[in-house]
């Protein structure tokens, strides 16, 4: 688990938040898929996962266990952050050297 601490505060939940705890490697395809409809329910379409800013807020909210509008609610640099972090998870898996075929076929 990891620490989004938060610029200004927002309101989750009847409490201000000053901290958000959010783990994006426990995230499951269902997670992933919950994000996508969050975003629709907005009338916004989702385009490529790994750059849409408005899907990484959604897998943001799946990750910190809050709802997609709590994060549309957060300060824009906090969000910006949590956007950074998400797509950064996104990107550096991609990134990573795929492992060498050694099987010899």
């Known amino acids: 688990m990891e620490t989004l601490k938060l610029r200004k505060p927002v309101m989750i939940d009847g409490e201000k938040k000053a901290e958000l705890t959010y783990d ?32 990484h807020m959604a897998v943001f909210a799946q990750a910190a266990g809050i709802a997609y509008e709590d994060v549309k609610r957060m300060g824009a640099r906090d969000c910006r952050e949590a956007i950074a972090k998400v797509r950064s998870f996104f990107v550096s898996d991609m990134e990573e050297p795929s492992e060498p075929d050694t099987s010899g076929k």
């Not at 919950?34 to 385009?47: K, L, N």
Request: charged share 20%.
């Open 24 to 55: 994006l490697d426990a995230l499951t395809g269902q997670q992933l898929e919950t994000a996508v409809r969050d975003v629709g329910r907005s009338g916004i379409q989702v385009g490529a996962i790994e750059l849409d800013p408005c899907y």
